[in-house]
């Protein structure tokens, strides 16, 4: 039985937001500003070894690494052996019922993963359809959408990533 839930988490951030003093306070700290990585799915270019990319691409590929990846659980250890609490707990919806409350945990596990390893990116939405695929599995498909300002003064930019799960 399709359905579609949306919950408004937070608003963008604002270029340019001044602090109390009266300076520009930064949005993003530097440390954790998108700059250039490898894009995924994992793709080869003509040019380097693997495709890579900056802006609003690198962050989509960085909010896939993360919700892709295992993280560490009262149930199981994470899937990375040298930090297993790197990643989310959208596995853990894995042979769930395909319901209102799955739907809601998954918009929560992957909001709090991007917000715990992704501090640069911000969620402003995120919505959660049900549905069954024609081979009859039932999947939940997150769509997140989200803001990043590369560096302080700069402009947000917005975007959204979809996540397919595969529940029940």
Known sequence: MPG???????????SGSGGSDGTTADVVSPINRV???ILTPFQR???SDFASGSGLALAKAK???VLGTRGDSDRVQG???WRSDFGSLLHL????NNDTVTAQLAMVYGSEAIARWLPSIVITDASVVRDRTDEGENVLSIL???AVQESAGANVNVDSVLVPVVVG
């Open 144 to 146: 997140f959408t989200f």
């Open 45 to 47: 270019d003509q040019i």
């Open 79 to 81: 899937e990375l052996p």
């Open 35 to 37: 700059t250039r990585g």
């Open 4 to 14: 579609a839930y949306t919950w408004p988490l937070a608003s963008p951030p604002v």
């Open 63 to 65: 909010i896939l690494q």
């Open 93 to 96: 919806l894995q042979h769930s």
